[in-house]
């Protein structure tokens, strides 16, 4: 095994592979793709046994679990199912901001409803003329003493059309140099959001995989929000947003390896049943190495995410010093060699491999949104980069030994 898991772990683990097999029916996964619905029933279900916001801690309707706990159960419903798998996730992973940003009240009223399933969270960073670079936003927040005022406009929002609650990256001082004079605000459906101003929700339609998620472009027209529902400090919204992808891009990217191993365990399958001119297809030279390579890619991609996901939990010094870096590898490597795999195991099944109905182009489709959002691959490398150009040398010897 990659890393030893405890006991607690695994039993978690096969709670989510047991929920899964039997929840995840391949063909209500097609219809929902196919009508483009989030399937909110499993999402409550999923909820309903602990698989949601399993990290928060207690008083918050979780179960004190670490972030490698999340990464197991995602990894195991990617697997079953792409779509299902990423909606699940995508559903409360949002909430992380909240979570460790948020004060006393906000965490409160918010969390625990994401860990019983009532609420879907979204966040709502890029907007048309800001994506890779959040270091300034149009959408301006103006201070009115006990409210904020809001006008902008934010795009490529997952969840749009059904969230109970968003968390939005405005400016609060435009003025401000690069990465400053932002902040984090929460809207919150069970306020009826807001009395004054409007909040319009479009879905941005036509898109290439996660189908059963919204992707939605909101506007904000003179929309007040209370002081109150401020995230954090005002100033340090870059902050909190830099805090949640260090985060997140780790649990992000157990979703390509879910979907990778899933599509894997069919191409195995497949080679080895399969036969042309007289044999198994996996006697092929061709086609034994190319499920060889896919393997040894899946078991490094498996490695370094349980690695990071247990070094992130444990907080260690010398990890959070290197987190950055961390998460930005495991971002970039997973999903990129996931896309391989996948790409492969549509070479293994020949001309099926083609249709949809064999679950594999799906998967190739879901996963390669995770290489875009949270920050894209050559985002990932820039950071790399960035700490490798200033890193002690010393320090990275010791690391490598
Ligand atoms: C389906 C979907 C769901 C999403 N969900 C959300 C969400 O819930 N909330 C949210 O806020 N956003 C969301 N996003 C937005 C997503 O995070 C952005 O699309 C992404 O960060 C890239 O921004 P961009 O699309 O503006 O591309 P750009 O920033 O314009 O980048 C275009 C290309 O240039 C490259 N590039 C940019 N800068 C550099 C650089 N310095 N060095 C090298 N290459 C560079 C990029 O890697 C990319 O290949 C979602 C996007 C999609 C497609």
Redesign the pocket.
């Known amino acids: 095994m990659i890393i030893d898991l405890t006991n607690e772990q695994k039993e978690i683990r096969k709670a989510a592979r047991e929920f899964a097999k039997g929840e995840f029916d391949p063909l209500k996964a097609i219809e929902l793709d196919e009508r483009h619905e989030f399937p909110r029933d499993l999402y409550k279900k999923a909820a309903e046994l602990g698989f949601i916001g399993l990290n928060y801690p207690e008083e918050y309707g979780g179960g004190g679990a670490g972030i490698l706990e999340n990464v197991l159960i995602t990894e195991a419903f990617c697997q079953a199912d792409s779509g299902i798998g990423l909606a699940l996730h995508l559903a409360f992973l ?1 909430a992380k901001i909240v979570q460790q940003s948020g004060n006393e009240d906000q965490k409160r009223r918010i969390l625990p409803k994401v860990a019983s399933g009532d609420y879907v969270s ?5 907007e048309a003329n800001h ?3 959040l270091t300034r936003v149009d959408t301006v927040a103006v201070d009115k003493g006990d409210r904020f005022i809001l006008n902008g406009t ?1 795009i ?3 969840n749009a059309s059904y969230a109970d609650f968003f968390v939005v990256l405005v400016q609060t001082d435009p003025e401000a140099p690069p990465g400053k004079g932002m902040a984090t605000l929460l809207l919150e459906k069970e306020e009826k959001f807001s009395k004054n101003g409007t909040m319009e929700i479009n879905e941005m339609p036509g ?1 290439m995989g ?1 189908k059963m998620v919204s ?1 939605g472009e909101i506007s904000f027209r003179d929309y007040e929000v209370p002081k109150e529902n401020l995230i954090g400090e005002k100033g340090r919204g870059l902050i909190n947003f830099l805090n949640f992808v260090d985060e997140s891009r780790i649990e992000i990217a157990s979703q390509s390896l879910g979907i990778a191993e899933g599509a894997f365990l069919k191409a195995l399958s497949h080679a080895r049943e399969r036969e042309q001119f007289g044999k198994p297809i996996i006697d092929f030279q061709g086609i034994g190495f190319k499920l060889a390579r896919m393997f040894g890619d899946l078991m490094s991609a498996k490695s370094l995410i349980y690695y990071a996901a247990r070094m992130y939990d444990m907080g260690s010094k010398q990890y959070k010093t290197l987190i950055p870096m961390f998460t930005s590898i495991v971002k970039y490597h997973v999903p990129e060699h996931a896309k391989e795999i996948i790409d492969h195991t549509i070479t293994v099944f020949g001309g099926y491999g083609y249709f949809l109905e064999q679950d594999v182009e799906r998967r190739y489709r879901d996963n390669r ?1 995770v290489e ?8 990932q490398l ?1 950071n790399i980069v960035r700490t490798l150009k200033t890193i002690n040398l010393d320090f990275l010897k010791e690391m490598l030994v």
């Open positions: 949002p979204a966040v709502c960073f890029t994506g890779s670079d934010k490529f929002t997952t898109k996660l992707t949104i875009v959002y949270e920050g894209t691959v050559e985002v820039n």
